[in-house]
């Protein structure tokens, strides 16, 4: 995944008009392509809801990764340019983890000067307010945008002649709304 010597750089932070600054391609990107690795301190959940617990709570802007059930990465220490890649419902890359670290992959072929983003599927919470879906708006902008930052609602299955379970299977652990998780795996983790 290192830059090859004399090779021109692959991406670049600046301006993004889905928010704040955004990473761009410099070059075209094939697609299975590792872009970054997402870096920056690793920290227990634990320490991530301490660090960031005075936050307001419509403040949607993080920098944290969730690697597993024990692991977050926050970017805003130690962080690259990873932390800069924004959300989109219809993304050209995603998060993959290898050995509990977090790379950014091209899942289609890139062309230069697109930005690149991962959807970001944020989880809900039993507890989410009830503008939660506004908190975490989406401004990617793609045709298929959900609206929402947030992982889409599960729809209920409503099988007919079926009983349904009346309570809700292991609850997870109250989480803060700022934490963006690994694809897949923090729900995985914690089932
Ligand atoms: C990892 S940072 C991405 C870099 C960010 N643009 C910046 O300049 O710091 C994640 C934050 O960017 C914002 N963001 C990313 N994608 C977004 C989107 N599609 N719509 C609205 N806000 C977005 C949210 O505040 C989110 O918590
Ligand atoms: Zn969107």
Known sequence: MRQRAGRR????????????????ALRRI?????VIEYRGERISHEEADARY???PPADNHTFLFTV????VIDAGVGGNEARFINH???????????????FIEAIRTIQPGEELAYDYQIDRDDDDPADVEAI????????TCRGTMLVAPRKPRKKPGR????KTRN?????PLHEVRARGKLRDARR
């Open 171 to 175: 609850k997870r652990r109250k989480k």
């Open 163 to 166: 009983i349904t379970r009346g």
């Open 88 to 102: 989109g419902c219809d993304p050209n890359c995603h998060s993959t983890t290898r050995n509990k670290r977090i």
């Open 136 to 143: 975490f708006a989406c401004h990617c902008g793609a045709a």
């Open 68 to 71: 597993d059930a024990r692991t």
């Open 53 to 55: 617990s005075d936050k």
């Open 30 to 34: 094939r697609r299975g392509t590792t």
């Open 9 to 24: 750089p692959m991406i670049e932070v600046r301006h993004s008009p889905i928010h704040g600054h955004g990473v761009f």
